[in-house]
């Protein structure tokens, strides 16, 4: 075929150029910013986690099992309140005293003491 | 302009791992033939241009799937035509695989025609082609390919282009003819 387009000029290819590699720095700037969220909200998510995980309070204790015939019907449970035993303090003890045992003489100015340990 | 495609192996492994400047330096190996056949086959060249554009930003989403340069080059001809086929089909641009758009009646002359107004004309004439016979044309006779590398890129077999480009043929003089008579008066 003896026709053909003329030759697009430098300058068209350049702005080609120019347009690709301005969508592809603003594509890589969202992808960043979509990345640097997406790994923040991992962060977050994470700590979340540990304090909730931290902060678990301990379950009441399992009811006793019983043993029972498959033909019986289940049991009814009754649920009780939860009843929160606080810690109390041991109360210290007073230091033992030593036992003391008197002997009364015949002379009632002399008393004998007897200290057993 | 062109750069031979064996002359920076590294190129693609570079821009491959987000290096700028080697993409860049594979657009400028590819984009004669990416923007050349894009007016070829949209007949302007801002469209020419968005269509160059949008098969770029293909081939840096796809870098991974080559394993050399040498890949690349089919692999754009078939991305430059489905994207000068999607543009031309949203902007309504061509003739597409419809009927025969009605050639426009203007204001006839009656000076002879140069070789630039023979230019003007078989360009315009290709964009009343439907788009099957348009690519077979443009990557057949202009970019010089052979029937079998026509066929892979436009998913067809060669005796199809060979039948495509003969009808193209045929039906692009009858158009010339046509626009020449209405616009030249003779």
Known sequence: ?117 | MTVAATDRPDALALARKGDEAAFEELMRMHERQVLLTSLRLLGRMEDAQDAAQETFLKLYRNLRIFGSLAEIRPWLYRVTVNACHDLARKRGLLAGDGPEREIPVEDGGDERIGLEQQRVLLAEALTYLPEKERAAIVLREMEGLDTGEVAAILGSTPATVRTQVSTGRARLRGIVARLSRRKHGF
């Open chain 1, 1 to 117: 075929m003896d026709f053909d387009f003329p030759e697009p000029s430098p300058a068209a290819y350049d702005e080609v150029r120019h347009r690709v590699l301005g969508e592809i720095r603003r594509r890589r700037k969202v992808r960043n910013a979509v990345r640097t969220m997406a790994a923040v909200a991992a962060c977050a998510a994470l700590v979340v986690t540990g304090l909730l995980a931290l902060w678990r309070p301990v379950p009441p204790p399992a009811p006793p099992m019983l043993a029972r015939s498959p033909s019986e019907p289940p049991p009814m449970v009754r649920l009780s309140k939860v009843v929160r035993h606080w810690r109390v303090p041991r109360r210290r003890e007073a230091p033992a005293q030593p036992l003391v045992v008197r002997l009364e003489t015949d002379d009632p100015n002399v008393v004998i003491l007897w200290m057993v340990n």
